[in-house]
């Protein structure tokens, strides 16, 4: 039965003869359960793994049972599945991924550097209940939209003018490790006259030397993530645009700004900055952020231990400015329709298999705490939202030891920066945020492990952790 012979059989046997035309098609939209599910996550957060693995288990999901915590895989009741992804204006490049994941020796995928998308179609038995009118099989279509983690600090510079950019970005530059970095950058920005007349020589140097600096910050042994713009560090289909040349005045701003000569450096940073927020920025959040029903957020903890107290504090600051980008509230149906909401959020932590199974709790709590401010907000908002422990993908096997009598809980998998097979206790996950004596006794160093061979044929429960429970939260009460 097609959507629009199922929406008259329900007006009739609810008594109603006629609906006007803009609210026809809003309801026929909602009937045909399309949602677009919004997998954000910083730089190297794992949103390409986390969009093959699940698209993958998906896929399969009308054969196997690897998804044994998602109730319609638990039931049977997926009858079919189809990739769409070639209908995508940028097909994400689902078989190139899995290729990389199943060779031997496997390796995890590149960085993202452009914005791709699977499209899914999982047909599916309804459970009882009004539902039927709509028919005893609906089809669910799913979007997964993958881009560089790098663009999507970008999004709040919309709500900011340069001024204020500049005024945001200048505390930042007065802390470790920025400060000493941008040492000789600040001296010489001190020395310039910002609303005189400047060369355009004079100009690309300073936008350039700005780039230079953002690439070091993003590095290892800082690993820094709010870094703006983001397109300076992967610009995708803009590398060598005039749109990139731009940068945020971190010395004392000047003061008459509008008497500045039009050809003066504050004049062409201002007009460089409202350009890329107008021609780089706001297309991309209109096209794409502003559509989305559901949100996961990924965020590698776990890195931020590593790396230490200016990483930590640099990661909880850039997802709780980004988390202001998205537009919250109650996804009712009237308000589904016609005014889309992110509804419901699922925080996950990934790399759960880079601790012990006796420490995902701890992970649980510990994402908890770094994003107590933006969930707290989003319970005003009467917002769902969890927090969740997973790995896409399973890299690592449970092993044991026993230290002075004791058993203690290991992991087995290869390093992956050499490929060495290596058993070892991982380390505990706090359940409280760091104090300052926390991060200068080298306790946090969690091992980075390799990719374990993902197999061409059926899959199962073991080769990842929570991403049936991740499904399940996601869109389990869509396919009822």
């Given at each position: ?44 957060s794992?949103?390409t ?32 599945t189809?990739?769409l ?6 097909p ?14 496997p ?37 997964l ?5 790098e663009?999507l ?15 945001q ?18 001296d ?17 140097h ?10 070091q ?18 610009p ?14 971190i ?5 008459a ?6 050809d ?9 900055y ?54 919250y ?15 419901k959020v ?5 790399k ?8 995902h709790h701890?992970?649980d ?6 994003i ?11 917002v ?9 993908l ?87």
């Amino acid at each position: 039965m097609s959507i629009s012979k199922r929406l008259q059989t329900l007006m009739e046997r609810s008594g109603i003869r006629e609906l006007p035309a803009h609210l026809k098609s809003g309801v026929e939209r909602g009937l045909e359960q399309r949602i677009k599910l919004a997998v954000t996550g910083l730089s190297r957060s794992g949103k390409t793994v986390f969009i093959s693995a699940l698209a993958r288990h998906l896929l399969q999901s009308d054969q196997d049972r690897s998804l044994p915590f998602f109730t319609p895989v638990a039931e049977g009741r997926i009858t079919a599945t189809r990739n769409l992804s070639h209908q995508a204006p940028a097909p994400f490049p689902l078989t190139e991924t899995l290729a990389g994941l199943q060779a031997s020796p496997p390796h995890w995928p590149d960085s993202t550097d452009a914005l791709s998308e699977v499209r899914l179609a999982l047909r599916y038995r309804r459970t009882s209940g009004l539902t039927r009118v709509l028919g005893e099989e609906s089809t669910l279509y799913l979007d997964l939209i993958d881009y560089p983690g790098e663009w999507l600090l970008d999004l709040p510079m919309l709500s900011m003018s340069f001024k204020q950019w500049c005024q945001q970005q200048q505390p930042l530059f007065e802390q470790a490790p920025r400060a000493q970095l941008a040492r000789e950058w600040r001296d010489r920005q001190q020395q310039i006259d910002w609303l005189v007349p400047a060369s355009d020589t004079e100009f690309s140097h300073l936008c350039a030397e700005y780039r230079t600096l953002l690439q070091q910050l993003r590095k290892p042994p800082y690993s820094l993530s709010l870094l703006q713009p983001g397109r300076l560090l992967m610009p995708g289909d803009l590398a060598n645009s005039p749109l990139l040349n731009l940068c945020p005045i971190i010395t004392a701003l000047p003061q008459a700004t509008e008497t500045a000569d039009p050809d003066s450096l504050y004049a062409r940073l201002e007009r460089a900055y409202t350009a890329y927020c107008d021609q780089v920025i706001r297309p991309f959040y209109q096209d794409h952020f502003r559509h989305f029903d559901r949100q996961i957020v990924l965020v590698d903890c776990l890195k931020t231990l590593n790396h230490g107290e200016a990483c930590f504090n640099d990661m909880q600051l850039a997802l709780n400015s980004l988390l202001h980008s998205f537009e919250y509230g109650r996804s009712s149906l009237l308000r589904r329709l016609f005014k889309p909401k992110i509804g419901k959020v699922l925080f996950a932590a990934t790399k759960a298999d880079h601790v012990t199974a006796n420490q995902h709790h701890n992970l649980d709590c510990f994402l908890q705490l770094m994003i107590d401010d933006a969930r707290r907000e989003m319970r005003f908002e009467q917002v769902d939202t969890r927090c969740l422990a997973l790995s896409s993908l399973r890299s690592t096997t449970a092993a044991e030891a026993k230290l002075d009598g004791q058993h203690l809980s290991c992991l087995r998998g290869l390093r992956k920066d050499n490929g060495e097979e290596i058993a070892l206790f991982p380390g505990e996950v706090p359940v409280a945020l760091p104090r300052p004596q926390d991060w200068n006794s080298d306790r946090f160093r969690f091992v980075d492990f390799a990719p374990r061979p993902l197999p061409a044929g059926p899959l199962h429960p073991e080769h990842h952790i929570r991403l049936d429970q991740a499904a399940e939260y996601l869109l389990g009460d869509l396919l009822r």
